[in-house]
């Protein structure tokens, strides 16, 4: 599976973004997704996946109720719609895939074995 993300941008805090990776390869609705994020001189970390056929989300707190990840398998798309954007949400974001049975979404980087390239987000005070 090859993954290109793209949709980063400069924004003002309280802004919105769209991100899209789009996938080739093997069969995308095998694989759960997620979006990690990577700011200057911290780990990366997760911060949304959605299960393999769509069914199920999940988020870390620093970012419910903000965020919202998608996917249109028939696209070979996956989206992360982030809504009242924060400075600290500022980070190269990457989307991974991660074989997967039912609908399960790991958290840990180790357990994708696919990623994008990043896209830069950056938000601005």
């Known amino acids: 599976v090859q993954l290109q993300a793209s949709g980063g941008g400069l924004v003002q805090a309280g802004g919105s973004l769209r991100l899209s990776c789009a996938a080739s390869?093997?069969?995308?609705?095998?694989?759960?997704m997620a979006w990690f994020r990577q700011a200057p001189g911290k780990e990366r970390e997760f911060v949304a996946g959605i299960s393999r056929l769509g069914g199920s989300t999940y988020y870390p707190d620093s970012v419910k109720g903000r965020f919202t990840i998608s996917r249109d398998n028939a696209k070979n798309t996956v989206y992360l719609q982030m809504n009242s954007l924060k400075p600290e949400d500022t980070a190269v974001y990457y989307c991974?895939?991660?074989?997967?049975?039912?609908?399960?979404?790991?958290?840990?980087?180790?357990?994708?074995?696919?990623w994008g390239q990043g896209t830069q987000v950056t938000v601005s005070s």
């Open positions: 390869g093997r069969t995308f609705s095998s694989y759960s």
């Open positions: 991974a895939a991660d074989w997967a049975y039912g609908g399960s979404i790991a958290t840990r980087q180790a357990d994708y074995d696919y």
